[in-house]
């Protein structure tokens, strides 16, 4: 029996199976915009510069996979679209694998009658820009500007939507999940991080000169001795880690804003990523050590969190102040107090996903437990000191009430089971297919 359409209310994003995971690609359209955007705010500014030059092109067949015919012009252009992304990897060899696998999903697409609505393949290319702050027509423009087609980006959207389509017509009648599986899973929520990661960091402030920091980001993650970051961050970083050369304690890798996950995750201890933009600043992250927990990873569907300004930026007198307020509060809810009689826009207090919060609020984030607070973050060009405290996460799988959504936690179950099984089925094509070079 051929696969079902699905419709709009199945489709979620776990269930997006591509060969590099959609979710975290996702998320890192957030920094795919690096060099094009002033540093006012993360992907907010105007496009700089003038289209990215596109090199005469092949558009001969380079790989044959069955009777599809994957050319020179799009191994280039998958590669060049992965490598403004920031994918881990070497972004030639991920689009040689990434094209030969949407081959073999279009083939077992045409084999049940399937083909990418093209409804469904503009609303996922529309939410994919989303996560970058951009609608769909500005995200194309930006990556015009680095030299990646429309078509291109298309062409990777539509595979995922028609591979999620053929993945659930064939398997979700398979995918029985148990009430005692439900249970076993929500006994092991909020156990802890299952990866934890020891990193350093180094902010160069990008305000004065950006292509000065640019080219100093890009020397600084060439690096890969330990001794040698640390020595570049009391020299250059404008982050208050500075002093201890940069080092951050052990954190849950879950903890990290969501872009920055894969990211990390790519690296082996002693590598450095590239420069990741973030607001007034370009932000480099080497990773010292990582360790396995036996506790289950913990990811939060929002994190709460709040911002008291204080006028004055990093000046004595603001730090002595953001001191003061630290020590006389114990949760969030008592900066209503400190705020109290003075202009509302002084206290902003809000709940977000992770992937919605800036990366530079969200790293702060990451180093904090509930109620702890840090002062390293400034606004209004530094001229204002950001106050900035965690009030609390959310776990997946919990409603907005604290009560746990068995709905939600059965979910994910079946498409981390569904994952499985397009995992296994993908394998079987690959294994079964004429791939001629």
Same mark, same amino acid.
């Given at each position: ?190 156990? $802890? ?86 607001? $007034? ?30 006028? $004055? $930026? ?124």
């Amino acid at each position: 029996m051929p696969p079902h359409k699905e419709t709009k209310a199945e489709m979620t994003r776990a269930d997006m199976t591509t060969s590099v995971p959609h979710s975290p690609l996702h998320r890192k359209a957030r920094r795919m915009l690096a060099p094009l955007v002033t540093c006012a705010a993360l992907l907010g500014a105007t496009l700089l510069g003038a289209p990215h030059p596109v090199a005469a092109q092949s558009f001969g067949p380079a790989i044959r996979v069955n009777d599809r015919v994957i050319t020179e012009y799009e191994l280039d252009q998958r590669a060049r679209m992965l490598q403004v992304f920031s994918t881990p990897g070497d972004p030639a060899e991920l689009a040689r694998e990434q094209l030969i696998e949407d081959r073999l999903k279009a083939d077992a697409a045409e084999r049940f009658g399937l083909s990418p609505d093209a409804a469904e393949v503009n609303a996922a290319m529309g939410q994919f820009a989303s996560q970058a702050s951009m609608d769909t027509e500005q995200f194309i423009a930006a990556l015009a500007q680095e030299g990646v087609a429309e078509q291109t980006f298309r062409d990777f959207i539509a595979s995922s939507v028609v591979w999620r389509q053929v993945v659930r017509g064939l398997f979700s009648a398979k995918v029985n999940v148990t009430e005692e599986e439900v249970d076993r899973a929500i006994a092991n929520q909020g156990q $802890g991080g299952g990866v934890q990661v020891l990193l350093s960091e180094i902010f160069i402030p990008t305000a004065r000169n950006p292509e000065a920091a640019a080219d100093l980001a890009r020397q600084i993650s060439q690096l890969t001795s330990i001794d040698a970051f640390a020595n570049a961050a009391r020299q250059y970083s404008a982050a208050p880690s500075r002093g201890n050369g940069g080092r951050i304690n052990w954190m849950n890798i879950s903890n990290l804003p969501p872009a920055l996950q894969p990211v990390i995750m790519g690296l082996r201890p002693g590598e450095v990523t590239e420069p990741q933009q973030v607001s $007034g600043a370009l932000a480099l992250f080497q990773l010292r050590a990582i360790q396995e927990s036996t506790a289950t990873r913990q990811d939060y569907s929002a994190i709460e969190y709040a911002r008291y300004f204080i006028p $004055g $930026g990093r000046s004595p007198e603001a730090l002595a102040k953001a001191g003061e307020i630290a020590g006389s509060i114990d949760t969030c809810d008592d900066l209503y107090g400190v705020a109290q009689g003075q202009p509302e826009e002084v206290l902003d207090r809000v709940s977000q996903a992770p992937a919605e919060i800036p990366s530079d609020i969200g790293l702060e984030l990451a180093k904090l437990d509930d109620n702890e607070v840090s002062t390293a973050l400034t606004a209004n060009g530094g001229q204002t000191l950001v106050f900035l405290m965690l009030c609390g996460r959310t776990p997946d799988g919990l409603g907005g009430e604290g009560e746990i959504d068995r709905a939600a936690v059965l979910q994910q179950l079946q498409n981390r089971r569904l994952g499985s099984y397009a995992e296994g089925y993908l394998a079987q094509l690959r294994s079964e297919a004429r791939i001629v070079e």
